[in-house]
């Protein structure tokens, strides 16, 4: 890659904007009383972030007024990765914090959460109203065994009753584990039956794309399947009555209580997330109630820049990690907006719309959603009053070029866009939002502060401006604290650890360009390796997807045993489009122009859709493995995928070419 000096960035952050955000004042501050560089902006407070790691994070801690019940002995004991020990001796509770701002007289009754479901009614919950609801659950918690350790699941959609249950079960140290109420019930158990949940948060269905989805028949099997369930609690938000054995919701929540905290351990479990499985039982990754507090204050509060006068929305579901980090919104006293529906109903401007209604400041989407709004040709800046939008934010997947446009200019043009990267693995971005640094077109800003983000080559050499391995040289404190049911570290290890011992491989090709910012090009487990030179899919997917043709695609580079390298494209063509021998040239010449001639597919292929997993990632090692010859029942986990009808082309496909 050529140097990006020369290039005009797509925006700009003013003087005064740069001199209210909350990383400059952090800066001022912390060159004071901690040593940080007072002069040299954000490049210069990264390099002290990751150059003095323990005094970073203890100004984190400072900072955001971290309540110890317990000091800590150090920073950080034992840096070894995986296993580094972030303040031992210390004990907090996450809950405590997230509502702290419930205690502020003249915050109490301002909202805490704003629900909108797809009839766009806005439901508000206040601040003392969140706590006295957390209080009483935490209480009937209690009350029903659950002890610190203890786990508590959720099937529930993006409501305010998911936050509660959450909140209550940090409060009494129990560990939180969600899934969506779209996930059957094989994916749900594929989940659940690893952590062995005592107690289940159960709606009765849900409403997407305007119609209601009973889920009755799904929670009678799961409660079969989960012996180790002491009681299920009911919320009717279609209005059915409580199963036979269930408690009602309401009941659990009337009570006018005050939250007890219990203080765990600065490492102590918080929550299981799970990766998406989609060639096996999903890894069921635990963080740390310490962990995620630090680092999610750090992110939200410095990174993102959301403070008390911040509506934050993120179009999420409770089956991915994003909702969680929406949660966190709540340790700086911001309003999260919790939108429960489909993202295209009524139409593609459904999120644009919540986020007009809600006040949004920091509007979170998609990379998909942006591009699919740029196709459907829609005008959110003209249709809309978006004028209290800051910051648009992306992730799932790399926000391409024309998604960076589009952006400036159908929304804003002096919008601050954050297309961040990061993973289910640390609940968190290793690269993204900078509220003081340029946005140039196609690039993440930056490295986020206290995570040494380095590309590498195959033999750990750092890069900069060439495409490498995504590593990260030293740990973060939301690093999963283990694997459940992984006793002796072994699959941790092996996921992150395996090529370069003691340094975290992500699994993301990326590059890092002289000024700092990141380039993502997608999974480095899928890469197109072609002569030698190596792509990332996502840059296929961008030259690709411009056409107009191209609803989706999906690029597949497959070794073959005699040598050879097969490389199809299989494309899901918009509504009356042709794949006719000019389509083919035009996709072609697309990639031979903008990308490589080398990467210019051997195969153009029609398909009836794309498969993706639950949480809307296109799935390309599956895919992969079934070209390979390998039985879709070894090559996919079925309960990961959102439609495995699907798959059985590509069977079939690998069946004909063998």
């Not at 993973?423 to 946005?439: H, K, N, Q, R």
């Amino acid at each position: 890659m050529t140097s990006a000096a020369d290039e005009a960035p797509l925006w700009q952050p003013g003087p005064d904007r740069i001199a209210a955000a909350a990383v400059t004042r952090f800066q001022s501050w912390a060159a004071e009383r901690h040593g940080a560089p007072a002069e040299g902006g954000y490049a210069s407070l990264h390099r002290w972030s990751v150059g003095h790691l323990d005094t970073f994070w203890q100004a984190v801690a400072e900072w955001f007024d971290v309540r110890f019940s317990t000091p800590y002995e150090t920073v950080i004991g034992d840096r070894t990765m995986p296993g580094a020990q972030w303040f031992p001796g210390a004990t907090l509770n996450y809950a405590e914090h997230a509502l702290r701002t419930a205690e502020d007289p003249l915050r109490a009754d301002a909202p805490a959460l704003l629900h909108v479901d797809e009839t766009h009614t806005q439901v508000p919950l206040s601040w003392s109203a969140l706590r006295r609801q957390v209080g009483s659950l935490a209480a009937e918690l209690r009350a029903l065994g659950v002890t610190p350790g203890d786990r508590v699941s959720g099937y529930l959609p993006n409501i305010p009753q998911a936050v509660v249950a959450f909140l209550a079960t940090a409060a009494v140290g129990g560990v939180w584990t969600s899934c969506a109420p779209d996930f059957g019930a094989r994916s749900v158990l594929d989940r659940f039956q690893q952590v062995e949940p005592v107690v289940l948060f159960t709606v009765d269905g849900y409403r997407y794309g305007g119609k209601e989805h009973h889920r009755a028949d799904t929670v009678a099997e799961l409660r079969r399947e989960l012996p180790t369930l002491r009681a299920v609690v009911h919320i009717p938000l279609l209005g059915t009555d409580a199963p036979e054995g269930a408690l009602d919701w309401s009941a659990l929540t009337a009570a006018d209580t005050e939250p007890v905290f219990e203080q765990v351990p600065f490492d102590h479990p918080l929550w299981v997330l799970y990766s998406s499985g989609t060639t096996g039982l999903p890894k069921a990754i635990v963080q740390s109630q310490g962990g995620i507090l630090l680092e999610h204050f750090k992110q939200i509060g410095l990174h993102c820049d959301l403070g008390p006068e911040d509506r934050f929305f993120w179009y999420t579901s409770t089956g991915w990690m994003m909702w969680n980090f929406l949660v966190s919104g709540l340790l700086t006293g911001t309003t999260l907006v919790l939108y429960d529906g489909s993202p295209g109903y009524p139409d593609v401007s459904a999120q644009w719309r919540v986020a007009e209604q809600t006040g949004a400041t920091l509007f979170g989407t998609s990379a998909a959603y942006v591009m699919a709004c740029r196709k459907a040709g829609i005008h959110p800046g003209r249709d809309f009053d978006l004028s209290r939008i800051q910051c648009v934010a992306t992730t799932g997947s790399p926000l391409p070029p024309d998604g960076f446009r589009w952006l400036h200019d159908e929304v804003a043009d002096d919008l601050w866009i954050a297309s961040v990267s990061g993973g289910t693995d640390v609940c968190s971005c290793f690269a993204g939002a900078v509220p003081t640094l340029p946005v140039h077109i196609g690039e993440l800003q930056a490295a986020c502060l206290g995570t040494d983000l380095q590309s590498w080559d195959p033999a750990g050499r750092p890069l900069t401006g060439e495409v490498g391995e995504l590593v990260v040289t030293q740990p973060m404190p939301s690093m999963p604290i283990r694997f459940w049911n992984d006793p002796d570290g072994s699959r941790y290890r092996d996921s992150y650890f395996a090529m370069y011992p003691g340094t975290w491989r992500h699994g993301d090709w990326i590059t890092i360009t002289d000024r700092g910012s990141v380039v993502i090009h997608g999974r480095s487990d899928s890469t197109l390796n072609r002569q030698g030179v190596r792509m990332g899919s996502a840059d296929i997917y961008e030259a690709v997807e411009r056409l107009p043709e191209i609803r989706e695609s999906l690029v597949i580079g497959l070794e073959e045993p005699e040598g050879g390298y097969w490389m199809p494209l299989f494309v899901h063509l918009a509504d009356g489009a042709v794949l006719d021998d000019a389509l083919r040239d035009s996709i072609k010449r697309t990639i031979r122009e903008n990308l490589s001639p080398r990467h210019v597919p051997d195969e153009v292929i029609e398909v009836p859709g794309i498969p993706h997993t639950l949480t809307g990632k296109r799935i390309e090692v599956p895919v992969k493995r079934l070209l390979q010859g390998t039985a879709l029942a070894k090559a996919v986990n079925p309960g990961s995928i959102d439609n495995l009808e699907l798959l059985h082309f590509y069977e079939e496909l690998a069946r004909k070419r063998r």
